[in-house]
């Protein structure tokens, strides 16, 4: 599929030396080349995979920045310090301030960099834990080619089924001299370089990565690129790296239960346009207006897991293509919506014990009719935002909805320049990191658009730094 993307700078021999070399195409990694080459560097993008992109290419796209034009063209008031509140509000304050304070200062001049390379922005959207909108829409794939090209005609390299295996150190604990590499033909080389930049993304592809770090994750679906099994992360704890923020994976509620050609790994958020969510029994579990990765761990502690959320013709007509968590109406052109006339018909449809949606709705809609507190503390649609009605117009839908690891937000500790650093927090020298292999920027929790954001601020100044690397390569 890359091969037909006209003018990305594709190679077929794997250099013997190289000045900075990157390991993962995604967006990190294409960052992290792009401004490599750009520093002067000879610089070089290995991907496992035979396609670009990553979870980055299967992601919605969007991405946290503050202060940009498309925010002041729809008249949005936002500045660094409300985003340096937000992030740390979110992650409970238990981000690294340093990374954080890192993401702020270099946010708008990273938002700048990319579009000069051709990325463009769409409508920016309000989304979990931001308090003004600042989730900013791009295509992805188109968002890496325009990196590519770039880095291409700056005279980078990227290499396709090329896959690091471990790195190479000089002595125990010495620099980091490079990386051995398994190519497309099976063939098993040494690369070595100047310096190392890994951007192997998260591992929501390892089972067993994620029964070590996310067992309560167990009953949890998982999406996103092929190739995140963690390579890199264990690669880094091989060397001696430290690690942030695993006690803070969490999954996202919204998700198809069943496997569907359909499910794009954004799943539907109709809880926040009306609808509830119940559980095997039929019961309401949760405060549906909460974050979805809180509504996310609601979901997994239910029985059997599966739970729907149900809503009826009013909440459908608020149904909009163009954004998919509320494209409602085309998950019922594809058949993952269960519907009916009325809410008895239903129950029976989606197998509960008689009478039990029967009676959360009467109540539910009882509460809201009487002005009576509801019992889980829902007021509102979303977070602060909608006011409650009762679910009365039929027809009434079902849309089955797991919980689903998007991401993993945890990972290697890194020092502001990104260089991997240790459990004394030394630095291990030569050694970068950026993008979802690294841990420490998030804390216990996930702004919106922070992860394609970190990729993109944090992949370019890795390659920055990367390439100040004293450079031991004779041009
Ligand atoms: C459905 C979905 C929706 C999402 N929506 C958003 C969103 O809207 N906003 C947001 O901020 N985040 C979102 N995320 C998360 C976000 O997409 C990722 O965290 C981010 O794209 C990670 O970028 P990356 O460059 O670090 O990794 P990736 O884009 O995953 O790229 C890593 C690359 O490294 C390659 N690789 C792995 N191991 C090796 C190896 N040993 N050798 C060579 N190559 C290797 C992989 O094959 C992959 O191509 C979403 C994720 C999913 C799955």
Redesign the pocket.
């Known amino acids: 599929m890359t091969g037909a993307i006209p003018g990305l700078p594709l190679e077929t021999e794997l250099p013997e030396r190289v000045g900075v070399l990157v390991?993962?195409?995604?967006?990190?990694?294409?960052?992290a080349l792009l401004a490599a080459a750009e520093a002067g560097q000879y610089a070089v993008l290995?991907?496992?995979?035979d396609?670009?992109?990553?979870?980055?290419?299967?992601?919605?796209?969007?991405?946290?920045f503050a202060g940009t034009d498309e925010q002041t063209e729809q008249g949005i008031e936002d500045s660094v310090d409300l985003l340096r509140a937000d992030l740390l509000e979110v992650g409970r304050h238990r981000n690294d301030p340093r990374l954080v304070d890192l993401y702020c200062e270099h946010q708008l001049e990273t938002y700048r960099w990319l579009k000069r390379h051709g990325v463009a922005y769409g409508e920016i959207h309000a989304a979990s834990g931001q308090s003004v909108p600042r989730?900013h829409?791009t295509d992805?794939t188109a968002m890496l080619v325009h990196l590519l090209r770039a880095a291409g005609r700056s005279g980078a390299r990227l290499l396709l089924g090329?896959?690091?295996?471990r790195l190479v150190r000089d002595g125990e604990r010495g620099r980091v001299l490079g990386v051995d590499?398994v190519g497309p033909d099976g063939e098993h080389r040494r690369v070595l370089a100047d310096a190392v930049v890994l951007?192997?993304?998260?591992f929501?592809q390892d089972p067993e990565l994620l029964a070590t770090f996310a067992p309560q994750m167990a009953n949890a679906l998982t999406?996103?690129?092929?190739?995140?099994?963690?390579?890199?992360l264990k690669?880094g704890l091989a060397v001696g790296a430290g690690l942030r923020d695993t006690p803070y994976i969490k999954g996202?509620y919204g998700h198809y239960a069943e496997p569907h050609p359909d499910e794009?790994?954004?799943g539907i958020l109709a809880v926040y346009k009306g609808a509830i969510a119940v559980n095997a029994l039929g019961r309401r579990f949760v405060d549906e207006s909460s974050n979805y990765k809180e509504i996310g761990d609601a979901a997994l502690a239910q029985p059997g897991v599966r739970t729907w959320q149900v809503f009826d013709a009013r909440t459908m007509a608020m149904s909009n293509d163009e954004v998919p968590i509320y494209e409602f109406a085309g998950r019922e052109r594809a058949g993952m919506l269960v519907r009916a006339d009325s809410v008895a018909e239903l129950e029976t449809a989606l197998g509960l014990p008689e009478g039990s949606l029967q009676r959360t709705v009467a109540d539910y809609n009882d509460a809201i009719e009487d002005g009576r507190p509801d019992p889980l503390g829902r007021r509102h649609l979303s977070g602060a935002v909608g006011e409650l009605f009762p679910l009365a117009q039929p027809p009434f839908y079902a849309h089955p909805t797991g919980t689903?690891v998007?991401?993993t937000?945890c990972g290697l500790t890194v020092d502001t320049r990104m260089r991997v650093s240790d459990w004394w927090h030394e630095p291990i020298d030569r050694l970068y990191a950026?993008?979802?292999?690294?841990g420490g920027f998030h804390g216990a929790g996930?702004m919106?658009?922070?992860?394609?954001?970190?990729?993109a601020v944090f992949?370019r100044l890795a390659g920055q730094h990367a390439a100040a690397e004293e450079s031991e390569l004779a041009w």
């Open positions: 390991v993962g195409a995604g967006l990190a990694g294409c960052a290995i991907e496992k995979t396609a670009i992109g990553g979870s980055t290419v299967k992601s919605a796209g969007l991405s946290a989730s829409p992805t090329t896959a690091a295996q590499v951007a192997t993304g998260g929501s999406a996103g690129g092929a190739g995140n099994r963690g390579d890199g690669m996202t794009d790994g954004t689903v998007l991401a937000y950026v993008g979802e292999v690294v996930y919106t658009g922070t992860s394609i954001g970190k990729a992949g």
